[in-house]
Nanobody, 121 residues
Framework: QVHLVESGGGLVQAGGSLRLSCAAS??????MGWFRQAPGKEREFVAG???????YYADSVKGRFTISRDNAKNGVYLQMSSLKPEDTAVYYC?????????????????WGQGTQVTVSS
């Protein structure tokens, strides 16, 4: 059975940095990504990465967030810098066996339980 576990969330002041980690069980996935969901809003795409390390990002985080992966550890990471209050949300790790530019929740078969990121002004 596949399990994904996020960690690294917390409270940080605006302009600060935070690094999220996601550990996945089993063999490597073709595509992994990060989504986030703020209170009262739908879950939205943040960043995605292929097993070849090609990446893609939502416009709202380009230049501030960096996604990376370690295929040997079957892990994916999100380095967040220049954080803004509007970045406050629960951040979810997602994974799928196939390759693709996956930017909707239905594109992924596996999900973690999420980690809270709160950015204070």
């Amino acid at each position: 059975q596949v399990h994904l576990v996020e960690s690294g969330g917390g409270l940080v002041q605006a302009g600060g940095s935070l690094r999220l980690s996601c550990a996945a069980s089993g063999r490597a996935f073709g595509t992994m990504g990060w989504f986030r969901q703020a209170p009262g809003k739908e879950r939205e795409f943040v960043a995605g990465i292929w097993w070849t390390s090609s990446t893609y990002y939502a416009d709202s985080v380009k230049g501030r967030f960096t996604i990376s992966r370690d295929n040997a550890k079957n892990g994916v990471y999100l380095q967040m810098s220049s954080l803004k209050p509007e970045d406050t949300a629960v951040y979810y790790c997602a994974a799928d066996r196939s390759l693709g530019v996956k930017v909707t929740t239905s594109d992924y078969d596996y999900w973690g339980q999420g980690t809270q990121v709160t950015v204070s002004s």
